[in-house]
């Protein structure tokens, strides 16, 4: 699914909302379906590859929280695609009111999507996307992820597409909406350049796997490499390590775009490391609380809810650090 429209301000939105809701939920369970009752919800996150991850859960667990008028069952999937499909048929056997689904992989959703369908249980998608048919979930809160890309791609045009430049990329993990859609946008920006992709390979949005791509793509290319395009901070991140094993100096000899803008990132960034990252913002939970709430109590909602991103250069990057939530 691509991204269809932009809601500014969505933080501010979904903090009047919780406040809202908040003061409503007395933790009661009272019977006839009223405001008061607790909402149990199944979340089936990721795992924990990223900087960006644990915000993300972090700021779903603040958001359902008992005082919110949640009950929050929390399943983490180790990035495995199986894993997490079973996830979600143990929120549907338990019986939980609605699920959220952060999914791993696009593709191979259909069937306990459609098994929550049969059981009444809404599921509400937030971060990546499905390929699954529309009417199997209620709403998604997401970002747009081809726009990120594409930003990212757009910078590295306008600055090295005049000049011969060889990049390499780190890929997120294979068949996820945040990888495939980046990598669309990236690439799109990035036609009729003098770049060169020398080579672009997952390293499944961690550190760990991050840094060993980049020992490979350093023994193979070495000093050929002026650019490196990663999805996300973290794989960036493990990259420095490989760079600096090699002798050469991130950030001036072989320069790194990446997306999330995590501290760590930021940090980077602001430290010279880095030179470019696009925002992709992981503070959802509020929103996607408020969602669920309405989803529940039969209210309408839009299909999906887009948070806007923005970008950093070095100097940017240190002016917004200090402020830096996550
Ligand atoms: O960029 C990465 C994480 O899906 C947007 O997943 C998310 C991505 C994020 O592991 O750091």
Redesign the pocket.
Known sequence: MKAKKTLAGLALVGAIALTTAGCAGGGSTAGGGGDDKVITVGFAQ?GS?????SANTESMKTAFSEANGFNLVFNAADNKPEAQIAAVRSFINQGVDAIVL?PIVTDGWDDVLKEAKDANIPVILE??TVSASEDLYASWVG?D?EKEGETAGKWVADNFGKTPTNLVVLE?TTG?S?ATDRATGFNDAIKGTDITVLDSQTGN?TRAEGKTVMEGFLQKYGSQINLLFA????MGLGALDAIKAAGLKPGTDIKIVT??AVKDGMTALADGEFNYIVE?N?LLGEKVAEVVKKVVAGESVDKQYIVEDQAFDQEQAKAALPDRKY
Do not use: K, V, Y
């Open positions: 990721t590859e990223s900087g960006w991850r952060a971060d990546r970002l992820f997120g996820s945040a949005f999805h996300n901070d973290d997306i999330d992709c992981p």
